[in-house]
């Protein structure tokens, strides 16, 4: 019995659902998991190569596509969602988990850089919650799910155009929650802490900064893809129907503790 | 994903509306069940009502969240019956007088905190101090949108409210480290018996509601029993000492208009 709430609560048999940032770590586990709750997957990256690496790994999970974009290219995000449309003949859910991330203080903060990490993580954002929106209002169904960051409420230094799309993500997921909502489309947000990622590898090779980490965080270790598994689950399925609007923060407590030190 | 099988969870005010939801979801997941109120007889309703289809045990318990012996024994009474509590789900709340604050007393206000803000204390102190030693436990304390924005006139119940949440928080950070998670649920209008009698006071409380939900119904106790049910499993492992706010998007929302009149889209 347990086995049928499961699957009538959090199944996403017969979805089909879109996940940008396909290839990153983050990315590729939320796409694992859709894939075992029944969902027909698309994932979305803009190199090839890591692209095709990231599906072959989830062979025999189910139907899982490439399909090879830049998110901040409006035109490439359109045809995206056209062709999934056409593909599939709907749209129900739409990860974003793209993003990219430059390290420097603000002072010296190129302006190039400025730029792509804001056409990635926010604009990139927008593009596809705009036209995946378009698709699912045709069949007055949706749930959209954004990465966003701790980082959209507390200060961390060095990354400020990453910490301003994050910021700028959560509070557009708020907007276009409201304008979506009568129109049976949901749109939250994941807000993850410090997460062993590619990404995070610069800053958790070194040990001081290691240490430091993993003293702010009460559970006593960073995040882990998978642990984004059950939230992305929730999110996605029909269990957070009346769940709009919000960021849930993965970040085993670090939050609730205001970064201090644990006692 | 998701199975509770083999867990046992305890939940206060277990004969409510909100409480039996929450059974619902957690016994249809695995879980074994013991719902805790002060009244056998609405215990034993709340169990019929839960059926024997679920694969999880229930089972009741008469106890007072509000007295300190009454809680401290509930935990060799539950080992008498071969009970383990892993999860704890606190949905005990009473139905307190709503009153201008300058008309309150010290009775009123503790009418309402001795069970909303004192009942969490003791069950948390009792159950997850247990929860701790084994290096396993999830706690879901269940407040109100009220904790976040609110209505007139209840002070004590908001107050109650935001004070779990400050208690949730602090557990968090303590408890974290030792396996034990601790967040809170906080529901916005949920069709309860409770809301229903609100509604009933004036003919407009339910529309005003529903101009200010973006999902244009009010909540069901099913979608607080689904929150309840990810968060007692173990893949919510990394959320600790958060809020989950299951509104229908009202404490996001600032748009003053009519949501069902909303066209532009």
């Known amino acids: 019995m347990h086995l049928t709430m499961a699957q009538d609560l959090f199944s996403l048999n017969g979805k089909v659902a879109v ?18 709750a029944g969902a027909k997957v698309v994932l979305v990256a803009r190199d090839p190569e890591s692209l095709d690496r990231a ?8 139907d899982c596509r490439r399909l090879s974009g830049d998110v901040s290219d409006s035109r490439q995000v359109e045809d995206i969602f056209n062709w999934v449309e056409n593909e599939f003949g709907k749209l129900d859910i739409l990860v974003t988990a793209a993003g990219v991330q430059f390290r420097r203080p603000a002072i010296d903060f190129p302006e190039d850089k400025w730029d792509e990490v804001i056409s990635t993580n926010l604009t990139g954002t927008f593009f596809c ?6 698709k699912m209002l045709k069949n007055n169904y949706g749930k959209i ?20 799309s994050r910021g700028g993500i959560s509070q557009f997921a708020k907007t276009i929650a409201i304008e979506l909502a009568p129109k049976g489309i949901t749109v939250n947000c994941i807000g993850p802490g410090r ?32 642990d984004l598994s059950g939230v992305s689950l929730l999110l996605a399925s029909d269990a957070s129907s009346y769940i709009t609007g919000q960021t849930f923060y993965v970040d085993g407590g670090w939050l609730a503790g205001g970064g201090n030190v644990k006692g | 994903m998701f199975s509770l099988k083999g867990r046992g ?41 839960l059926g024997t289809k679920g694969t999880g045990r229930i089972e009741c318990l008469v106890c007072d969240v509000t007295k300190e012996e009454s809680v401290n024994a509930a935990p060799s009474q539950l080992a008498n019956v071969g009970f383990k509590s892993d999860i704890l789900v606190t949905a005990a709340a009473v139905s307190a007088a709503s009153k201008p604050f300058q008309d309150l007393n010290l009775t009123d206000w503790r009418a309402t905190t001795s069970t909303d803000l004192d009942g969490v204390f003791l069950a948390c102190k009792v159950f997850g101090t247990a929860m701790a030693k084994t290096g396993f436990g999830r706690i879901i304390n269940l407040t109100s949108f009220h904790s976040v924005a609110t ?100 404490t996001t929302n600032a748009w003053w208009g009519d949501h069902q009149r909303l066209q532009c889209i």
């Open chain 1, 129 to 134: 919650a705009k036209f995946a929106a378009q």
């Open chain 1, 195 to 226: 997460f062993r990622t590619p990404m995070t590898a610069d800053v958790l090779a070194e040990d001081h900064h290691y240490a430091r980490l993993i003293e702010v965080i009460p559970i006593g270790r960073l995040g882990e893809p998978d």
């Open chain 2, 151 to 250: 209505y007139p006139y209840r002070v004590p119940y908001n107050a109650a409210k935001a004070g779990v949440e400050g208690l949730s928080r602090a557990l968090a950070v303590e408890w974290g480290h030792l396996g034990v998670t601790v967040n809170t649920v906080a529901p916005g209008p949920i069709l309860t018996p409770r809301t229903q009698w609100f509604i009933d006071q004036d003919e407009n409380n339910l529309p005003g509601m529903l101009s200010r939900t973006p999902n244009k119904r009010l909540g069901s106790s099913a979608d607080i029993g689904a929150t309840v049910a990810f968060l007692a499993s173990g893949e919510s492992g990394h959320i600790n000492g958060q809020r989950l706010v299951v509104d229908g998007g009202w």
């Open chain 1, 55 to 62: 599906v072959d790994s989830l062979a025999g999970l189910g």
């Open chain 2, 9 to 49: 969870a305890v939940i206060t005010g277990g004969s409510g509306s909100l409480g039996i939801a929450c059974a619902k979801a957690l016994v249809e997941m695995g879980a074994d069940v013991v719902l805790i109120g002060r009244s056998h007889e609405k215990l034993q309703l709340a169990k019929q009502q």
């Open chain 1, 19 to 36: 996940i940008t940032g396909g290839s990153g770590a983050l990315g590729l586990s939320i796409a694992k998991t859709f894939l075992q």
């Open chain 1, 145 to 164: 799910i954004m990465l966003s960051s701790l980082t959209a409420e507390i200060g961390i230094p060095n990354i400020s155009a990453y910490a301003a």
